[in-house]
């Protein structure tokens, strides 16, 4: 066994391994594991996003000279890659033990040179030959899955009768979401749906393309989960490959009619989304707006309940409404009124909490909380956000099951590659690419945020400034490809609502869950969640407000690479600057290297001062 700063090996004769290597950097001298280090998955992951993302367009770019379908040349161009790749890498590490044993044989050594090969300078390629496999196979199964899905998508007859601009269509769908409000192509509200058949007066041709459904006056009563028989216009989007199909409101159109009604289960979940909605509407203006958002990740003002009222938009000023979340904005925590993994983490922690209180096996609480989990994901307007949340929650309950601990970049990389294979089109998603950015940006560069802030400033303020900072770092670039804007104050209005974002993150959540049984009490917690909105606004306005909010940028694929590449070289400063303070860490060291702080001298000063002055100690 090695000791000092070296790594455990079963064989005391195997030659040292690099710490560099990912494949052994989770396991440190003293034999502890290091999940947080474990990045093994990352690649794989960035590989299935890269192959779901570009496989659509290889297949909008494919021209065969001959008859062959694109799906075919696209497919093919796909494997012929990857195949081609694989080879120049086997031929590489063939070509460098090829010039190793040769060089060996040259000096009489060959077995003593066959075994510096093996544990020498080319040791990482052999070690990295079979993730780059890895990574080949995880990009040609999300590409290939992307192939399908877009094939499968553009031969679907919904997509076919929108191509065609045919004029009115009759389709029975399948309501996936609920209402909120729209003023887009003169509706009143949008929805999302499954297309399940398009009908004829002679026949019905299957479907099951998903569409946005724009829809006005009574076409906002839809209860999602129910099947209905709708009268309208399909058609593309004009921005993208998304169906639309605009309900049509006028004499001749016959009203939308049910044909299957919802499940029991989402007829309650829709019953309680309603009685939370008019809890909060008897709420204060900001309340109204703001308590919604920050439960349900809907706001207000754009909430319709299944009886197609909209309890907050209806007494709300619409002006106050948009200001409010062009403030938001501005000052860089709108992400507060969407659901996220700190709703998701709350709600697990009281379940870990209560369930070790009542001493219950390690099975039952991974079973408690995975049920806790799958509630929340229900309860909550369905997103891209909320689906990784729950990939990330469910894989946290088997690794509670199994006696791990919880490894966020490996727990988020299953996720990313699951979601991708089963749903490629999340790879275009803003939503879905921000969700795992601020993920992995907190789980890499927290930690050692936390640790140089630490010295400067009190646990909890370099605590919020680290998780903060540390996802800005990744989502940032994103953001700018949306809004070419740098939003300068983000850091500090996040820092200021951190208090209470927690407490009124809990409080909406237990509204929610009382309003159907207790509406009063669920009043009361609306109320107390209403209070930590009302800091969020006043911040949000404060910042908004400044002239120095918002920097313009460069749009485009320019700006975002530009301020992705300034962020890595102050991420290579900072490393370097504290490795050449010596306050590298140092995996094979017990306890916690002394870092003195700024606020040290200063209580070294004043308890010195009152022992000068005869006036007590501490």
């Not at 209905?228 to 605009?246: A, Q």
């Not at 062009?326 to 860089?332: I, L, P, V, W």
């Not at 999340?426 to 939503?431: F, N, P, R, T, V």
């Not at 990744?474 to 983000?490: A, G, N, R």
């Amino acid at each position: 066994m090695m000791t000092g700063h070296t790594w455990h090996t079963r064989h005391t004769r195997r030659p040292r391994q690099s710490r560099s290597d990912p494949s052994i950097r989770m396991v440190c001298a003293d034999g502890r594991e290091r999940g947080s280090r474990d990045l093994r998955m990352m690649p794989l992951a960035c590989a299935a996003w890269v192959g779901a993302l570009s496989a659509p367009r290889i297949l909008d770019a494919s021209t065969a000279p001959t008859e062959m379908p694109p799906v075919v040349f696209a497919t093919i161009v796909v494997v012929v890659v990857l195949l081609v790749t694989m080879l120049v890498a086997t031929v590489l590490f063939d070509t460098v033990l090829f010039t190793r044993c040769a060089a060996a044989r040259h000096r009489s050594t060959v077995g003593k040179g066959h075994a510096a090969y093996v544990g020498g300078a080319s040791a990482p390629l052999r070690r990295c030959l079979p993730m780059l496999l890895l990574m080949f196979v995880a990009g040609g199964a999300a590409a290939l899955s992307a192939i399908a899905d877009e094939t499968v998508s553009r031969g679907d007859a919904a997509s076919v009768m929108a191509s065609e601009r045919a004029g009115r269509v009759e389709i029975v769908a399948e309501v996936l979401s609920p209402a909120v409000s729209c003023t887009f192509r003169g509706s009143d509200c949008m929805m999302s749906i499954r297309i399940r058949s398009l009908r004829s007066a002679e026949s019905a041709t299957p479907s099951s393309a998903e569409a946005t459904l724009f829809a006005s006056g009574p076409g906002c009563m839809l209860q999602s989960g129910a099947v209905y028989r709708l009268t309208g216009k399909l058609s593309h989007s004009s921005y993208s490959k998304e169906l639309w199909f605009t309900l049509a409101v006028d004499d001749r159109a016959p009203a939308p009619r049910l044909v299957v009604q919802a499940p029991g289960w989402k007829r309650a979940i829709t019953l309680m989304q309603r009685r939370f909605l008019a809890v909060t509407a008897r709420l204060g203006e900001q309340g109204r707006v703001l308590v919604p958002g920050l439960t349900l990740g809907v706001l207000g003002q754009e909430a319709i309940d299944g009886g197609g009222a909209m309890p907050g938009a209806a007494i709300v000023d619409p002006a106050y409404a948009e200001g409010i979340k062009e403030d938001f904005r501005r000052s860089g925590i709108i992400h507060l009124m969407v659901v996220s993994g700190g709703h998701f983490l709350l709600l697990e922690s009281a379940v870990i909490s209560m369930a070790r209180t009542l001493r219950m096996h390690r099975v039952l609480i991974a079973c408690a909380t995975a049920i806790a989990s799958l509630a929340l994901g229900l309860c909550v307007y369905p997103s891209a956000a909320v689906d990784r949340a729950f990939a990330m929650s469910l894989l946290g309950a088997c690794s509670l099951m199994l006696g791990r601990p919880r490894q966020t970049i490996s727990q988020l990389s299953w996720a990313v590659i699951v979601m991708l294979l089963l749903h490629p089109r999340l790879a275009h998603s803003y939503g879905f690419a921000l969700s795992c950015a601020a993920v992995l940006g907190i789980a890499l560069w927290s930690g050692p945020t936390m640790k140089m802030l630490h010295a400067m400033l009190p646990a909890p303020i370099a605590k919020a400034l680290a998780v903060t900072i540390s996802a800005q770092l990744l989502t940032l670039p994103i953001q700018l490809l949306i809004d070419p804007k740098l939003p300068l104050l983000s850091v500090p209005a996040n820092l200021l609502v951190t208090p209470v974002v927690s407490a009124a993150t809990v409080c909406g959540l237990l509204s929610l869950a009382l309003a159907w049984c207790a509406p009063q009490l669920s009043y009361h917690l609306a109320w107390l969640a209403s209070c930590g909105t009302s800091l969020m606004e006043d911040c949000a306005t404060w910042i908004g407000n400044s002239p120095y909010a918002m920097l313009p940028w460069v749009q485009g694929w320019v700006g975002a690479l530009s301020v992705f590449l300034m962020e890595m070289l102050l991420l290579i400063a900072c490393s370097v600057a504290r490795r050449m303070r010596g306050g590298g860490d140092d995996p094979g060291a017990d306890g916690v290297p002394y870092q003195p702080r700024r606020l040290d001298a200063l209580r070294f000063w004043w308890r010195e001062s009152k022992e000068m002055f005869g006036l007590g100690g501490d």
